[in-house]
């Protein structure tokens, strides 16, 4: 099993550029997250899925989209690139149990920079 | 929107002594997991909880998820070299796993 894979590992973009980060579990997860991480700020969620064909919005949303439109990938989207949005982003997967989600499988991360 | 505080932020220690960290909310949680990240690597699951009450151990590592169903704490006993990272709290209820904003563990040669 590869796991939790993150592509790409590094980019760079300018502001007003678009892009898409792709991840993919092989896992059979049902639930897919999409955080981003900040110094001193931990993991915040951006937008999650409960399953294929669904997607739900996290704690900071805007500026993004996602899809999942097959179980094993989830994709986040950045329609216009601001500076605001340089971080670390992370995939996350999860199997449910008791009624909600279990442990996370993290992917190895993206670094975006946006000048 | 949930509130979640752990504490504390950073702790530089000796190698051999234990290490104490907790997380506390204003809500009430299904589950209690801890995660630990290494420099350039993504979050990886050291233990989860989910009873309240529940005491549970990993090797030098043992956690409590709270009566109250709205804490937990983390201790590290005789802590070595690689322990050196970020830990987190991520508690759930509903779908979502929140993060808290980490522990940084440093340890003193």
């Known amino acids: 099993n590869a796991g939790v894979t993150q592509t790409p590992k590094f980019r760079v973009l300018k502001t007003g550029q678009s892009m898409t980060l792709l991840c993919a579990q092989d896992m059979n997860h049902e639930y897919m997250y999409w955080y981003r991480q900040d110094p001193g700020m931990g993991l915040r969620l951006i937008h999650y899925?409960?399953?294929?064909?669904?997607?739900a919005k996290g704690e900071v949303p805007d500026g993004y989209n996602v899809s999942r439109l097959k179980k094993q990938n989830f994709l986040l989207g950045l329609e216009s690139a601001a500076p605001s949005q340089t971080s670390v982003y992370f995939c996350a997967s999860s199997y449910s149990t008791r009624g909600g989600p279990d442990t996370q499988y993290f992917g190895p991360g993206t670094r975006l920079t946006v000048l | 929107g949930q509130q979640l505080n752990q504490s504390p932020q950073s702790m530089f220690i000796q190698e051999g002594e234990d290490v104490s960290m907790n997380c506390t909310s204003s809500s009430i949680f299904n589950t209690w997991l801890w995660y630990k990240q290494d420099p350039g690597e993504g979050p990886v699951l050291l233990i989860a909880?989910?009873?309240?009450?529940e005491l549970t151990s990993n090797g030098r590592l043992t956690a409590q998820f709270g009566i109250t169903r709205k804490d937990s704490f983390l201790n590290i006993s005789a802590s070595i070299p690689s322990d050196v990272g970020i830990y987190f709290c991520a508690p759930s209820s509903g779908d979502k796993i929140i993060f808290g904003k980490g522990t940084r563990l440093h340890i003193l040669p």
């Open positions: 899925s409960v399953g294929e064909g669904t997607t």
């Open positions: 909880l989910y009873k309240a009450g």
